[in-house]
T-cell receptor
Framework: QVRLHQWGTGLLKPSETLSLTCGVYGSSLRGSYWTWIRQSPEKGLEWIGESNESGNRKYNPSLKTRVTISLDTSSDQFSLRLYSVTGADTAVYFC??????FGTGEFYFDSWGQGTLVTVAA | DIQLTQSPSSLPASVGDRVTLTCQASQDINSHLNWYQQKPGQAPALLIYGASVLETGVPSRFTGGGSGTFFTLTIASLQVEDFGTYFCQQFHDVPYTFGRGTDLKI
């Protein structure tokens, strides 16, 4: 069973860089799409982006110019960096595993981290 | 982006009730839809994928249906542990998007 545990800074000032890391336990990073999702009252659940171990990355166009998702296969961790944050980036951030079933074509988020509240305030 | 509209936004119900939640997509997404349950202070948890396939360990009282633009999640007989917020999510196209949720409450 895959478990995800995430950590990072919870309070930022505008223009700073958000940095979160997610540790993967019970699985390697191979074969899945490692994902960040955030949730706020204003926007609900918002997919930020994903990366796999081949370095294939996809980002939400609304955040693409400010976000980087990277994998560290040596330590089975992946991370999120969101640059130049504003109050609109205040949200609970979740890491998740995106699993693609090549047999059926289904894709879903089947494991999630516990969530990290990130607040952006001057 | 593909928009997902869930209804109702809030649904009062009682233990033993049969309830149906709906999710409507802004364009044809085939069966590329998942359902999640979220409880306060927790991450969402996968219930159903591919519109109708139950995730391992999810009770059989949950049923997913639909294709194209209209989808349903039915709970046959509500249990106490079923109360929470339910979200649909599409994986037909990037960016993957979620509905705003249905809050199922006592």
């Amino acid at each position: 069973q895959v478990r995800l545990h995430q950590w990072g800074t919870g309070l930022l000032k505008p223009s700073e860089t958000l940095s979160l890391t997610c540790g993967v336990y019970g699985s390697s990073l191979r074969g899945s799409y490692w994902t960040w999702i955030r949730q706020s009252p204003e926007k609900g659940l918002e997919w930020i982006g994903e990366s796999n171990e081949s370095g294939n990355r996809k980002y939400n166009p609304s955040l693409k110019t400010r976000v980087t998702i990277s994998l560290d296969t040596s330590s089975d961790q992946f991370s999120l960096r969101l640059y130049s944050v504003t109050g609109a980036d205040t949200a609970v951030y979740f890491c998740a595993r995106g699993f693609y079933d090549f047999g059926t074509g289904e894709f879903y988020f089947d494991s999630w981290g516990q969530g990290t509240l990130v607040t952006v305030a001057a | 982006d593909i928009q997902l509209t869930q209804s109702p936004s809030s649904l009062p119900a009682s233990v033993g009730d049969r309830v149906t939640l709906t999710c409507q997509a802004s364009q044809d997404i085939n069966s590329h839809l998942n359902w999640y349950q979220q409880k306060p202070g927790q991450a969402p948890a996968l219930l159903i994928y591919g519109a109708s396939v139950l995730e391992t360990g999810v009770p059989s009282r949950f049923t997913g249906g639909g294709s194209g633009t209209f989808f349903t999640l039915t709970i046959a007989s509500l249990q106490v542990e079923d109360f929470g917020t339910y979200f649909c999510q599409q994986f037909h196209d990037v960016p993957y998007t979620f509905g705003r949720g249905t809050d199922l409450k006592i």
